[in-house]
T-cell receptor, first 113, second 114 residues
Framework: DSGVTQTPKHLITATGQRVTLRCSPRSGDLSVYWYQQSLDQGLQFLIQYYNGEERAKGNILERFSAQQFPDLHSELNLSSLELGDSALYFC????????????FGPGTRLTVL | GESVGLHLPTLSVQEGDNSIINCAYSNSASDYFIWYKQESGKGPQFIIDIRSNMDKRQGQRVTVLLNKTVKHLSLQIAATQPGDSAVYFCAENIGSYNTDKLIFGTGTRLQVFP
């Protein structure tokens, strides 16, 4: 158990809908990262937050947004969902800074029908 | 459930043998590299890391080798065990100060047979 929790574990929704994925980092970790893992794209970095502020951005679509709250939990919002958004979404956390080990949560499996 | 691609390169080894998993990275400016292990239905798990100022680092039963000249990374697992069966990813950090942007490789599936 990495100490990172993600909810829900599974999510099934329809195209055009909006969903919110939630992540609670390990106790004491200030950085939260979101990743998307799909069969054809592999594991891709989406975005990083550090202590409530956006720190780095990767291949995150404009339909997707994230935030980190004062209690350090984070949410990833996915809107106008398309079939191709079906994937595993992982959250990871680290102490912050650079070159710190990232601890991954168990993931949320999103299925868009 | 299936969490990674079905058509990953696969390395099959016999229990007790040594395994070597290779990875080519893309960015010559990357200065931090990590190996992750992902078991079916789980998130990636950190195995070992290496900074660009090193060419070798050893952990418990694992060794990472870094060849910056050819942008190549390898993970060696000694005395491979059934519990080592998983998909292994290398990752390079292309972030700058105080940011971590990990770029993951496509992964290699390690299968250990008795």
């Amino acid at each position: 158990d990495s100490g990172v929790t993600q909810t829900p574990k599974h999510l099934i929704t329809a195209t055009g809908q909006r969903v919110t994925l939630r992540c609670s980092p390990r106790s004491g970790d200030l950085s939260v990262y979101w990743y998307q893992q799909s069969l054809d794209q592999g594991l891709q970095f989406l975005i990083q937050y550090y202590n409530g502020e956006e720190r780095a951005k990767g291949n995150i679509l404009e339909r997707f947004s994230a935030q980190q709250f004062p209690d350090l939990h984070s949410e990833l919002n996915l809107s106008s969902l398309e079939l191709g958004d079906s994937a595993l979404y992982f959250c990871a956390s680290s102490e912050g800074g650079t070159f710190n080990e990232q601890f991954f949560g168990p993931g949320t499996r999103l299925t868009v029908l | 459930g299936e969490s990674v691609g079905l058509h990953l390169p696969t390395l099959s080894v016999q229990e007790g043998d040594n395994s070597i998993i290779n990875c080519a990275y893309s960015n010559s400016a990357s200065d931090y590299f990590i190996w992750y292990k992902q078991e079916s239905g789980k998130g990636p798990q950190f195995i070992i890391d290496i900074r660009s100022n090193m060419d070798k680092r050893q952990g418990q039963r694992v060794t990472v080798l870094l060849n910056k000249t050819v942008k190549h990374l390898s993970l060696q697992i000694a005395a491979t065990q059934p519990g080592d069966s998983a998909v292994y990813f290398c990752a390079e950090n292309i972030g700058s100060y105080n940011t971590d942007k990990l770029i993951f490789g496509t992964g290699t599936r390690l299968q250990v047979f008795p």
